[in-house]
């Protein structure tokens, strides 16, 4: 039976972000809030926990999944940046944007597209999504929470635990989030757009 927490979408309860933190490092599976949707989050180590996502969303390794990261410092550590990415990715977070990079070493083969070998990395701006991470200290292995069966993310947090309540361990009420998601971009051979979502794609200077 999954947890429920109320966290504060302005300023979250620290007790409450560390209970949650504290699920995420016993394998937990949770969903959060992000600027985007809601999102199905796990730590980036834990197979068991990666392929409960997977499962959740209906969903292969062919579909990339997101390393949801605290700050722009923590997103070079997972990902190939040359000094041209770097200055877009500088513009561009905290927001609404995934990005598609080469990973490097640091990242588990088995959470990388598997012919890329690349993965989506992004900087949500959201309190919540923020302190989680910050207290993590490490990135979230993360993608959106599109459930198989529907046309668009949930929105309503206790929907989301009367429908996912014996699939995931924790369910964070961060308040309303959208049902648009980010906007993708590819940046492993120049910049090319994957998909437009709720991030400004003229920002990309495309």
Partial sequence: MAQFFAIHPDNPQERLVKQAVNIIHHG??????????YALGCELG???AMERILR?????????????????????TYAKVDNVAFRLLKSLTPGSYTFILPATK????RTLHPKRKTIGLR???NAVALALLRELGAPMLSCTLMLPEDDEAP????????????SVDLVID????????TTVVDMTDGI???RAGKGDVSRLGL
């Avoid at 959740?56 to 070079?76: F, N, P, S, V, Y």
């Fill in 28 to 37: 937990g599976v949770v969903v959060y809030p992000t600027d985007s949707c």
């Fill in 46 to 48: 834990n197979k068991d």
């Fill in 56 to 76: 959740i969303r209906g969903i292969d390794q062919k579909h990339h999944l997101t390393l949801m990261c605290a700050d722009l410092a923590e997103l070079g």
């Fill in 106 to 109: 640091e990242v588990p083969n």
């Fill in 123 to 125: 900087v949500p701006d």
């Fill in 155 to 166: 929105t309503d947090p206790y929907e989301i635990r009367d429908r996912l309540e014996h």
């Fill in 174 to 181: 961060g308040g309303w989030c959208g049902t648009e998601p």
């Fill in 192 to 194: 090319e757009l994957i």
